[in-house]
């Protein structure tokens, strides 16, 4: 047996997901982990690294690698990228203006091997903005109809800061990653 078969069994037993949560800087990555969690989000600054938080949701234990968006630190997103079980891309709704970075960052991720297996779930975060786009404005500035139909992904409004929409992602993408890799009992 070898050890990618070992890890996989405790993997499974264990009932663990590896979620990376990735988006420009100050799209709400770290306030929405905060945010699922149950945690303070009133002082966050922004993420110079990246911050592993494991957290209990449902019957699973989700190990979220929350990577800093700066342009300076995206170069090194891949060296996270090994055993992704699921993406969570994060949008700023509100700064329309880098919504072709965004779209560009995104497309360079989805054509990482390592993470073609992945379910991704694109997050269009603070929807309480006024002049926000809404998920499906967003769905269009990003192509996501384009993209490779393999994929498993779905886009869904939310606001880090009310809470609203956050469990309703992360309850699709924690479905769609135990339909995978587990036999959902």
């Known amino acids: 047996m070898g050890l990618l078969s070992i890890i996989r069994k405790i993997k499974r037993n264990e009932k663990e997901m590896r979620i990376l ?3 420009l800087d100050n799209s709400g990555k770290t306030t929405i982990v905060l945010k699922i969690n149950g945690e303070d989000i009133s002082i966050i600054s922004p993420t110079l690294g990246f911050n592993i938080k494991t957290i209990k949701y449902q019957k699973y234990s989700l190990n979220i690698w929350d990577v800093g968006g700066q342009k300076t630190i995206r170069s090194y997103w891949r060296n996270y990228f090994e055993q992704t079980d699921g993406l969570v891309w994060v949008v ?3 700064d329309v203006r880098r919504l072709d970075d965004c779209r560009m960052e ?4 989805l054509k990482e091997e390592r993470l073609s297996g992945a379910s991704l779930l694109i997050l269009a975060n603070k929807q309480d903005i006024q002049g926000s786009l809404k998920p499906k404005e967003i769905a269009m500035i990003l192509n996501l109809d384009g993209m490779d139909k393999s994929r498993h992904w779905n886009i869904v409004g939310c606001s880090a800061y ?3 929409g956050l469990f309703q992602g992360f309850d699709w993408v924690i479905q769609d990653i135990a339909s995978r890799i587990y036999v959902v009992d």
């Not at 995104?106 to 991720?109: D, I, S, T």
């Open 21 to 23: 949560m990735v988006g």
């Open 106 to 109: 995104l497309g360079n991720l």
């Open 162 to 164: 009310t809470g609203e």
């Open 92 to 94: 700023d709704s509100s």
